[in-house]
């Protein structure tokens, strides 16, 4: 199976902040790694998909980037509505869908 | 408007069995593969089954093979999970998700998922 190693696992930042989370796979995959955003409580939602794909009705200050074995996530301002956990999740062929431990973004 | 309504999770005995469903409505539910997504309490998420938009194709994460079935129901825009020999570490939030991309598992990626639907393994 690919494994993903996400870190960190715990962020502090402030609102304004520009933020940056980072994946890295096992094996090369290509682009085709996807971020989920989480809330408490709440279910995940896609931010960005095939390594860099916007998903629609997803602010413009989130972005992905990376191919390969390593891959990042961008908030360029931080806002006080992301404040969440991400987590990152391969998709390649071989072994798809394992996912990152998650980044929980917290305030500072 | 898409929409994913889990159901089917409660309290079950370590070794029992229960049936989850994922009703789907405001898209063309047979057009699309699906999946679902686990996660244990305070813990991170993992995957665990997809299956095809016709049903044809399944897939399980490796950890799970053999104790769970994937299936739907396209005349009911309906997804089932049915979960077998229960054991404590099973225990969580089963979500069920759409799949977005356009190929069967490679690329795939979650558009949309449901809210969620607690199951409990205990004694």
């Known amino acids: 199976d690919i494994q993903v190693t996400q870190s960190p696992s715990f962020l502090s930042a402030s609102v304004g902040d520009r933020v940056t989370i980072t994946c890295r796979t096992s094996q090369a995959i290509s682009i085709y790694l996807n971020w989920y955003q989480q809330k408490p409580g709440k279910a995940p939602n896609l931010l960005i998909y095939?390594?860099?794909s916007l998903q629609s009705g997803v602010p413009s200050r989130f972005s992905g980037s990376g191919s390969g074995t390593d891959f990042t996530l961008t908030i360029s301002s931080l806002q006080p509505e992301d404040f969440a956990t991400y987590y990152c999740?391969?998709?390649?062929?071989?072994?798809?869908?394992?996912f990152g431990g998650g980044t929980k973004v917290e305030i500072k | 408007e898409v929409q994913l309504v889990e159901s089917g999770g409660r309290l079950v005995q370590p070794g029992g069995s229960l049936r989850l469903s994922c009703a789907a409505s405001?898209?063309?539910?047979?057009?699309?593969?699906m999946h679902w997504v686990r996660q244990a309490p305070g813990k991170g998420l993992e995957y665990v089954s997809a299956?095809?938009?016709?049903?044809?194709?399944?897939y399980y994460a490796n950890s799970l093979k053999g104790r769970f079935t994937i299936s739907r129901d396209n005349s009911k825009n309906t997804l089932y999970l049915q979960l077998n020999n229960l054991r404590t570490e099973d225990m969580a939030v089963y979500y069920c998700?759409?799949?977005?991309?356009?190929?069967?598992?490679?690329?795939?990626?979650?558009?949309?998922w449901g809210q969620g639907t607690l199951v409990t393994v205990s004694s």
């Open positions: 998700a759409r799949g977005g991309g356009v190929r069967w598992l490679a690329t795939d990626y979650f558009d949309y």
């Open positions: 999740q391969q998709s390649y062929i071989d072994s798809p869908f394992t």
């Open positions: 299956i095809s938009s016709n049903g044809g194709n399944t």
């Open positions: 405001g898209f063309t539910f047979s057009a699309y593969s």
């Open positions: 095939s390594g860099s």
